[in-house]
Nanobody, 126 residues
Framework: DVQLQASGGGLVQAGGSLRLSCAAS????????IGWFRQAPGKERTGVSC????????YYAGSVKGRFTISSDNAKNTVYLEMNSLKPEDTAVYYC???????????????????WGQGTQVTVSS
């Protein structure tokens, strides 16, 4: 079975850092792209970042570019999202998702992903 396990969320002050992890099982990272999404209360789920481990391509939403870094460890079958200079507006539940490689052109569209993790809460206090 394909499974994604997101972890690493927590409460942090503005300007702080967190590292989220997405542990994948049932497939290898080379076969899928992994995206990070977030959803704040009352808002739509939006794409934050995406990585294609097969060629190392990475993608970021404009709101996080320069502050967040996505990476993968194929040996651990895990994708990370390093979040720095966190802002209160980054507060949300963060999800990781897996989708087929051809979706990278529209990586920010949640409907293109086949598998989802359970989400991890990130709260940034001002």
């Amino acid at each position: 079975d394909v499974q994604l396990q997101a972890s690493g969320g927590g409460l942090v002050q503005a300007g702080g850092s967190l590292r989220l992890s997405c542990a994948a099982s049932g497939f290898t990272l080379d076969d899928y792209v992994i995206g990070w999404f977030r959803q704040a209360p009352g808002k739509e789920r939006t794409g934050v970042s995406c990585i294609s481990s097969s060629d190392g391509s990475t993608y970021y939403a404009g709101s996080v570019k320069g502050r967040f870094t996505i990476s993968s460890d194929n040996a651990k079958n895990t994708v990370y999202l390093e979040m720095n200079s966190l802002k209160p507006e980054d507060t949300a539940v963060y999800y990781c998702a897996a989708g087929p490689p051809y979706i990278v052109g529209g990586w920010g569209w949640a409907r293109q992903y086949d598998y989802w993790g359970q989400g991890t809460q990130v709260t940034v206090s001002s």
